[in-house]
């Protein structure tokens, strides 16, 4: 799965370069974002380019929310479409 990185300051950006994301990628996608849990507390996920979420794709930003809270850290979704943000 293409992800981008920026550091601001003290917070870490990844862009999820992806119009899905679902049961077909989010092992990719938990494997691509083990190297942001080490190096950063504080995390943006910028969501504008996702325009679907299954169940899956719920479970993973779960997942990577409870492992950032584990570790003393913050996660924060950005940018999502609306059926997004409803679902």
Do not use: H, P, W
Request: net charge negative; hydrophobic share 40%.
């Amino acid at each position: 799965m293409e992800l981008g990185t920026e550091k601001i300051g003290d917070i870490t950006v990844v862009k999820v370069l992806t119009d899905v994301l679902d049961a077909s990628n989010t092992e990719e996608f938990k494997a691509d974002i083990a190297a942001v849990f080490e190096k950063s507390k504080k995390v943006l996920f910028e969501m504008n380019q996702v325009k679907f979420i299954d169940s899956s794709g719920c479970g993973v930003l779960l997942y990577c929310l409870r492992q950032f809270n584990s570790l003393g850290g913050t996660l924060k979704l950005y940018g999502l479409e609306e059926s997004v943000r409803t679902l």
